[in-house]
C-alpha cells in the first residue's frame, strides 16, 4: 500500500508524527508533505526533531514544490491522510484552491477517486468550516475530527492519539492494535 501523508499547522500534530510511525511499522510506503507551520508545531508541541519525523516517511516533498510526483494523478497511489488538518488547508481542498502541495495532493486524490481523510482540528467550527466539510463529504472525502472515545477509559496523551491514529488506519482496511474494539473489554 501507498499512501501520501500530510501535516498541516493546524495543533496536533502528534497525529501526523504518529501515524507515520505506525505506518512505517506496518510496512506501508509513505509520501510526506508538511506545511511551513506544521514544521513549526513540530518543536512547539512535541520533543521530535523534524529530522526524526522525515525519517518516518518513505519519500518527501516540500510543500512548494508542486513538481513533486503526488501533484500528478498518474503518480499511483492509494489515498491520503492530513492529519492534523487545518481550516486554511480544508477551505484550499474544497475550494480547488491548490496553492500548496498538500491542497494539490488533495485534489489530485478527489479527482483520481482514491480515498482521502481528513483529520481536521478546531473548535468551535463556524458555519464556513462546516459548509466545507459537507462539501467534501458528499465528495466522499471522510472527515474525520480526532474525537476522543472513553469506553475505553484512556489514561495518557498516548492512548487518545492512538485512537484517532486508529480510526484512520480502519479507513484503509489496515490492521493495528491502536485500541481496543467495541465488544472486546469489560465494562
Known sequence: MKLIVGITGSTGVIYGIRLLEVLKKLGVETH??????????????????????????????????????????????????????????LSAIANGYDDTLVARAADVTIK???????????????????????KLSRLGVVILPPVTEFYTKPKTIDDIVNHGVGKCLDQFDLEHDLYPRWGTFKL
Not at 508545531?41 to 513538481?67: G, P, W
Not at 480515498?115 to 473548535?123: A, N, P, W
Open 32 to 89: 510526506l508533505i508538511m506545511s511551513e507551520w506544521a514544521i513549526k508545531c513540530i518543536s512547539m508541541e512535541t520533543e521530535f526533531q523534524l529530522d526524526y519525523v522525515k525519517s518516518l516517511a518513505t519519500n518527501t516533498s516540500d510543500e512548494k514544490n508542486m513538481a513533486s510526483s503526488v501533484s500528478s494523478g498518474t503518480h499511483k497511489v492509494d489515498g491520503m491522510i492530513v492529519a492534523p488538518c487545518s481550516m486554511k488547508t
Open 112 to 134: 483520481e477517486s482514491r480515498k482521502l481523510i481528513l483529520m481536521v482540528r478546531e473548535t468551535p467550527l463556524s458555519a464556513i468550516h462546516l459548509e466545507n466539510m459537507l
